[in-house]
Protein backbone atom coordinates (compact mmCIF):
# COMPACT_ATOMS: atom_id res chain seq x y z
CA UNK A 1 0.00 0.00 0.00
CA UNK A 2 1.90 3.40 -0.91
CA UNK A 3 2.09 5.27 1.80
CA UNK A 4 4.59 8.43 2.66
CA UNK A 5 5.12 8.98 6.82
CA UNK A 6 7.36 12.82 6.72
CA UNK A 7 8.74 13.18 10.22
CA UNK A 8 11.66 15.68 11.78
CA UNK A 9 9.58 18.87 11.96
CA UNK A 10 10.08 21.00 14.79
CA UNK A 11 10.32 24.89 16.03
CA UNK A 12 14.31 26.67 14.51
CA UNK A 13 15.00 30.26 14.94
CA UNK A 14 15.33 32.03 11.92
CA UNK A 15 19.27 31.27 9.98
CA UNK A 16 19.45 27.60 11.69
CA UNK A 17 18.70 24.14 10.21
CA UNK A 18 16.66 21.55 9.78
CA UNK A 19 16.32 18.21 8.01
CA UNK A 20 13.04 16.67 7.26
CA UNK A 21 12.56 13.06 6.10
CA UNK A 22 9.64 10.87 4.49
CA UNK A 23 9.66 7.37 4.69
CA UNK A 24 8.30 5.73 1.37
CA UNK A 25 5.82 2.74 1.09
CA UNK A 26 4.89 0.91 -1.61
CA UNK A 27 7.19 2.66 -4.17
CA UNK A 28 11.11 2.67 -4.59
CA UNK A 29 12.21 6.38 -4.62
CA UNK A 30 15.24 5.34 -7.02
CA UNK A 31 12.76 4.85 -10.01
CA UNK A 32 10.74 7.59 -9.82
CA UNK A 33 11.37 11.48 -9.48
CA UNK A 34 10.24 12.68 -5.53
CA UNK A 35 9.28 15.94 -4.52
CA UNK A 36 8.99 17.83 -1.42
CA UNK A 37 6.28 20.15 -1.29
CA UNK A 38 5.17 22.58 1.49
CA UNK A 39 1.57 24.59 2.52
CA UNK A 40 2.55 27.76 4.18
CA UNK A 41 -0.53 28.58 6.72
CA UNK A 42 -3.66 30.31 4.69
CA UNK A 43 -2.14 29.11 1.37
CA UNK A 44 -1.98 26.64 -1.33
CA UNK A 45 0.34 23.88 -1.45
CA UNK A 46 3.63 24.48 -2.98
CA UNK A 47 6.14 22.52 -4.69
CA UNK A 48 9.73 23.36 -3.35
CA UNK A 49 12.09 20.68 -4.56
CA UNK A 50 12.64 17.52 -6.87
CA UNK A 51 14.85 14.78 -7.12
CA UNK A 52 14.87 12.73 -10.37
CA UNK A 53 15.51 8.93 -10.79
CA UNK A 54 18.91 9.57 -12.05
CA UNK A 55 19.41 12.26 -9.12
CA UNK A 56 19.53 15.71 -10.99
CA UNK A 57 17.76 17.90 -8.92
CA UNK A 58 15.62 20.96 -9.32
CA UNK A 59 14.97 23.66 -6.77
CA UNK A 60 12.46 26.51 -6.71
CA UNK A 61 13.96 29.86 -6.84
CA UNK A 62 13.10 30.93 -3.10
CA UNK A 63 15.00 27.90 -1.42
CA UNK A 64 18.01 27.24 -4.36
CA UNK A 65 21.62 27.63 -2.43
CA UNK A 66 20.01 27.12 0.96
CA UNK A 67 17.52 23.49 0.20
CA UNK A 68 19.22 20.15 -0.49
CA UNK A 69 17.04 17.36 -1.58
CA UNK A 70 18.51 13.87 -1.82
CA UNK A 71 17.13 10.60 -1.11
CA UNK A 72 18.18 6.66 0.52
CA UNK A 73 17.74 3.87 -1.83
CA UNK A 74 18.21 1.51 0.62
CA UNK A 75 16.23 3.04 3.37
CA UNK A 76 13.67 4.13 0.65
CA UNK A 77 14.00 7.40 2.54
CA UNK A 78 13.60 10.98 0.85
CA UNK A 79 15.13 14.43 2.47
CA UNK A 80 15.53 18.10 2.89
CA UNK A 81 17.94 19.77 4.63
CA UNK A 82 16.96 23.01 4.81
CA UNK A 83 19.78 26.09 5.93
CA UNK A 84 19.89 29.45 6.42
CA UNK A 85 15.91 29.31 7.40
CA UNK A 86 13.32 32.50 7.03
CA UNK A 87 10.18 32.81 8.69
CA UNK A 88 8.23 32.22 5.47
CA UNK A 89 9.64 28.77 5.17
CA UNK A 90 7.17 27.94 7.89
CA UNK A 91 5.11 25.41 6.61
CA UNK A 92 3.56 21.52 6.40
CA UNK A 93 6.11 19.67 4.53
CA UNK A 94 4.97 16.99 2.29
CA UNK A 95 6.74 14.33 -0.14
CA UNK A 96 5.47 12.74 -2.91
CA UNK A 97 5.87 11.90 -6.37
CA UNK A 98 6.77 14.67 -8.61
CA UNK A 99 3.48 16.04 -9.60
CA UNK A 100 1.81 15.11 -6.44
CA UNK A 101 -0.26 12.60 -7.86
CA UNK A 102 -0.41 9.97 -5.06
CA UNK A 103 -2.15 9.96 -1.70
CA UNK A 104 -0.31 12.51 0.65
CA UNK A 105 0.68 11.93 3.99
CA UNK A 106 0.40 13.60 6.97
CA UNK A 107 3.09 16.10 6.67
CA UNK A 108 5.57 18.08 9.45
CA UNK A 109 5.09 20.78 10.83
CA UNK A 110 8.12 23.21 10.51
CA UNK A 111 8.07 26.38 12.44
CA UNK A 112 10.75 29.12 11.96
CA UNK A 113 10.47 31.63 14.35
CA UNK A 114 12.68 33.76 17.16
Known amino acids: QLQFVESGGGLVQPGGSLTVSCKCY????????MSWFRQPPGKERELVAT???????IYEDSVKGRFIISRDTVKNTLFLQMNSLKPDATAVYFC????????WGQGTQVTVSS
Open 26 to 33: GLYVGSLA
Open 96 to 103: NTAGGGRA
Open 51 to 57: IRADTTT
